[in-house]
């Protein structure tokens, strides 16, 4: 019989009681998941930031998943990512050609994520934005939140989320111009400067 050296958390495995599930790294990522608007479309932005947990610490292994209507403010109905081949069932992916409105994607090994998608329209009386769901370690249910981005003062003014927040909390659902069509969103998932999540019923 082996003796495990517990002295030191590093040799001892970890027991379904000392983890925190459930785990996303198998089946969850797909190819071209953050490819949201097709390939080389004149008006693709690019979104990107880090995740980081309460001590400032980037996440290797979250998701974030967007969905987000067409510059129009219209939700896309293309398959996108569930697309299948008619003859074999096998897994087509998005055919490069539609907006899908939808991507996942992972964090790298430095808690980074990125997605390239088009600005999204107004809908309703709300400023335009892009849904976020964020699943990371360590949560047992995902959180919501939202991206809006520079250049629509005015509606963010009326939109009835934002008008309700002051304005450092404001500042942490709307993203970085980076110039050349990239914007940057950190999410932080609780601590200074914790990203306004939303709570649905």
């Not at 088009?118 to 309703?124: E, N, Q, T």
Request: aromatic share 10%; charged share 20%; glycine share 14%.
């Amino acid at each position: 019989m082996t003796k495990t050296d517990t002295s030191r958390p590093q040799s001892v495995l970890p027991t379904p009681s000392h983890t925190v599930g459930p785990f996303y790294g198998y089946a969850l990522p797909f190819p071209g998941g953050g490819d949201i608007a097709p390939v080389g479309h004149p008006s693709a932005i690019t979104l990107r930031g880090y995740v980081y947990d309460g001590e400032g610490n980037p996440l290797p292994d979250a998701f974030v998943e967007l969905w987000g209507p067409d510059p129009d403010g219209n939700v896309p109905q293309a398959d996108g990512s569930m697309r299948r081949d008619p003859a074999t069932g096998g897994h087509l992916g998005r055919n490069g050609v539609e907006f899908t409105g939808w991507g996942r994607v992972q964090t790298d090994a430095d808690g980074h994520w990125y997605a390239r998608t088009l600005r999204p329209g107004a809908r309703g009386r709300s400023a335009p934005y892009i849904s976020v769901c964020v699943f990371a370690r360590g949560l047992l249910v995902h959180l919501f939140t939202r991206i809006y981005l520079p250049g629509d003062e005015a509606a963010r003014a009326a939109d009835p989320l934002l008008s309700q927040l002051d304005e450092e909390r404001r500042g942490t659902l709307i993203a970085a111009d980076e110039g050349r069509g990239t914007y940057r969103f950190d999410i932080r998932l609780q601590g200074e400067g914790e990203t306004v999540f939303l709570e649905f019923r």
